[in-house]
């Protein structure tokens, strides 16, 4: 059974930065492609940021050159670090497989973009 646990998030103002982080026990996340994704009040959960295992990247246009999404291996963990933040990146961000079957979803960890 694969456990996922975000963390990182918190309150921060627009224009600043947060850096989440993602760890996993039971599998190694570099063995499969890990994506983060987020979820806004009323809204569905959406892809936001992909890693293969080789380790390219990609971004939903929404957040293409603010966020950077990287990975560990060491210590088997994803990282999701969020620059010039606006307040319409504020939602519960996740971590998980891009590929269907998904694990089981964390708890997520709530980022909220404020003034």
């Known amino acids: 059974q694969v456990q996922l646990m975000e963390s990182g998030g918190g309150l921060v103002q627009p224009g600043g930065s947060l850096r989440l982080s993602c760890a996993a026990s039971?599998?190694?996340?570099?063995?499969?492609?890990m994506g983060w994704y987020r979820q806004a009040p009323g809204k569905q959960r959406e892809l936001v940021a992909s890693i293969t295992t080789g380790g390219a990247t990609t971004y939903a246009g929404s957040v293409k050159g603010r966020f950077i999404i990287s990975r560990d291996n060491a210590k088997n963990t994803l990282y999701l670090q969020m620059n010039s933040l606006k307040p319409e990146d504020t939602a519960v961000y996740y971590c998980?497989?891009?590929?269907?079957?998904?694990?089981?979803w964390g708890q997520g960890t709530q980022v909220t973009v404020s003034s």
């Open positions: 039971g599998s190694m996340l570099n063995s499969v492609p």
């Open positions: 998980n497989k891009i590929f269907i079957p998904k694990w089981s």
